[in-house]
């Protein structure tokens, strides 16, 4: 199935940058395309890919495959099936404004010849491009008498001019100067063409409605709630056979779990059960400021040291010479108010245009307590460790790649070490149960929203109260979640993902089948898939060609 895989991803791709408009660099020779809306003949022969490729998966001996096999001809199929779901979506929704953009065939057409190389006879080029300018002017002026337009439907209109007008570049970009007679006649049509489509393409936006069913608040943060229905299909595509109610169910547990330790951590700091007063302790730990990249190296030190003395993982040298860190700026700070990771650490910390209070809450809410337990979370063995795995392991699997996966693995780490006693003094565990409670909250909080019950305001006083998060970083955080493009389960997946692995390191470790290593070596050599697909590798799970997500992972009765 591998080959299969990376045929059909180069064939996507082969497609995608056959019918894309080169994007030419005049002063290199560099050339690439734009990603810009599918063309209608474009999306066809997409759809006509993921068909063929569909009847090839059916025509293949599935009883006779390994199970690394099975999972990825179930993997395939699932991404396929899904890919012809969005270019079905994509469609219907062009095709309500098509009327609103009658101009773009003739676009198409000369875009067509162009990368046939036609040649092309300039006077009847520029009086083909004076008729489509008429065109594109009678379809602005229908489109302005519109009163409103629902929101997605505007952002398509706008894509498709988007790549009405590279499109239309390229063309011109071709011929222009290179062709005499088309040098003399298309610049001027061209240029009024060109200017139009950007006029259209600045108002698209301006008669899109959001239709949410979000709650007015004094947050400011406007974000879409999406609706039960959509969170249950989420969560089916995503492998959870859980509905949003039992996972909010599930987290109210965990943290009750979660208040109990830190009630215990508080009480040996002398702040009985007031555990806000030993939050508070710990968030005034603050390094001086200058600091903090010291900080992350020493933090991640001792978790590399932890994790070596206990054989728990193998780590390249390779990947641990190879890790960088980069600072994080105020703006993004806005919306990511803790450092994040990936091939580096990206460290969020005060800078000096930041007003005297977003100071103190940046250094308060990335205190050396709650820092360490999270630096391995975005280094290694996390987020650096699985970039630089996943690019050696089963690469053709990144198509595949899901947030419980990734964000999971990452999270496991943060349960594994608090679980093997790496916080050993209680300002150590409330530092790392503030993060496991902001995990608890997540769930709570975001599926709350997009079920309608919590407006983004109700979300940030709930991290305040119930985590002790800082108001910037509280709003921050809410802000991430429901404006930063990340998708509505994604601030579900780091727990859920984590809690997933959890099981199946109980299955495999915790019944003497497999070691520590054993099982973190053999999870990392299988990219990062679904977890539930990641089980039947490791238990050889009898599969079928239809399989569906079945695996309850979680056991509330514990």
């Known amino acids: 199935m591998a080959g299969t895989i990376i045929r059909y991803g180069q064939d996507v791709n082969a497609i995608k940058d056959f019918y894309s408009p080169y994007y030419v660099n005049e002063h290199n020779e560099d050339e690439y395309k734009?990603?810009?809306?599918?063309?209608?003949?474009?999306r066809k022969r997409l759809v006509e890919i993921d068909?063929?490729?569909?009847?090839?998966?059916?025509?293949?001996?599935?009883?006779?495959?390994?199970?690394y096999g099975k999972v990825d001809y179930i993997l395939l199929k699932k991404r396929i099936n899904f890919d012809l779901g969005d270019l079905k979506k994509e469609e219907e929704q062009y095709n309500q404004v098509a009327k609103y953009?009658?101009?773009?065939d003739g676009i198409y057409a000369l875009e067509k010849k162009r990368r046939h190389g036609d040649f092309m006879d300039g006077e009847k080029v520029a009086t083909e491009l004076t008729a489509i300018l008429k065109q594109l002017k009678a379809d602005t002026a229908a489109y302005h008498k519109l009163p409103s337009l629902d929101m997605p439907l505007a952002r398509i209109t706008k894509e498709a001019l988007a790549g009405l007008k590279g499109r239309l570049r390229d063309f011109y970009s071709f011929y222009n100067t290179y062709d005499p007679a088309f040098t003399w006649w298309v610049p001027a049509p061209y240029k009024a063409l060109d200017a139009a489509l950007g006029k259209y393409s600045d108002i698209a936006l301006s008669k899109g409605k959001v239709i949410t069913t979000q709650k007015p608040d004094s947050s400011g943060i406007k974000g879409v709630p999406i609706g039960r229905d959509a969170l249950i299909s989420q969560l089916q595509a995503e492998m959870i056979p859980y509905t949003p109610e039992e996972l909010i169910q599930l987290a109210n547990k965990e943290f009750a779990w979660c208040d109990k330790e830190m009630l215990k951590a508080s009480q040996e700091m002398g702040f009985g059960s007031d555990w806000k007063k030993a939050l508070e302790k710990v968030k005034n730990s603050y390094v001086p400021v200058g600091h903090q990249p010291e900080l992350i190296v020493k933090l991640y030190n001792d978790a590399i040291s932890f994790i070596k003395e206990r054989d728990l993982i193998t780590i390249p040298p390779l990947a641990e010479e190879?890790?960088?860190?980069?600072?994080?700026?105020?703006?993004?700070?806005?919306?990511n108010p803790f450092f994040l990771g990936g091939k580096e650490i990206m460290i969020s910390y005060p800078t000096n245009s930041m007003e005297a209070q977003d100071k103190l809450m940046s250094m308060r809410g990335n205190n050396p307590y709650f820092s360490r337990g999270t630096v391995q979370h975005e280094l290694i063995p996390g987020h650096n460790l699985q970039?630089?795995?996943?690019?050696?392991?089963?690469?053709?699997?990144?198509?595949?790649v899901t947030p419980f996966g990734v964000e999971g693995w990452s999270l496991y780490w943060e349960l594994l070490l608090?679980?093997?006693?790496?916080?050993?003094?209680?300002?150590?565990?409330?530092?790392?149960?503030?993060?496991?409670?902001?995990?608890?909250?997540?769930?709570?909080?975001?599926?709350?929203?997009h079920l309608g019950k919590w407006t983004p305001q109700q979300c940030i006083d709930f991290l305040i109260d119930r985590v002790g998060h800082e108001k910037a970083n509280a709003a921050g955080e809410v802000r991430r979640s429901f404006e930063g493009g990340y998708s509505p389960l994604y601030q579900v997946a780091y727990l859920l993902g984590g809690l997933?692995?959890?099981?199946?390191?109980?299955?495999?470790?915790?019944?003497?089948?497999?070691?520590?290593k054993q099982f973190h070596d053999t999870f990392m050599k299988q990219n990062l898939i679904p977890?539930?697909?990641?089980?039947?590798?490791?238990?050889?799970?009898?599969?079928?060609r239809d399989f569906t997500t079945s695996w309850k992972f979680y056991d509330f009765n514990k």
């Open 387 to 400: 970039y630089f795995m996943n690019s050696r392991y089963k690469a053709y699997r990144q198509d595949f």
């Open 322 to 335: 190879t890790w960088g860190m980069t600072m994080m700026s105020p703006e993004r700070q806005l919306v």
């Open 101 to 104: 953009l009658s101009c773009a």
């Open 418 to 449: 608090y679980d093997k006693g790496f916080a050993k003094t209680p300002e150590e565990r409330v530092g790392m149960l503030f993060w496991r409670m902001h995990r608890c909250a997540r769930i709570i909080f975001s599926l709350n929203y």
């Open 531 to 544: 977890i539930e697909m990641m089980r039947a590798t490791f238990i050889n799970q009898p599969l079928t």
């Open 51 to 67: 068909t063929d490729y569909l009847k090839q998966l059916q025509q293949a001996d599935f009883e006779s495959m390994s199970i």
């Open 500 to 516: 997933q692995i959890m099981e199946l390191k109980k299955e495999m470790v915790d019944s003497g089948k497999m070691s520590y």
């Open 34 to 42: 734009m990603n810009v809306l599918n063309s209608p003949e474009q």
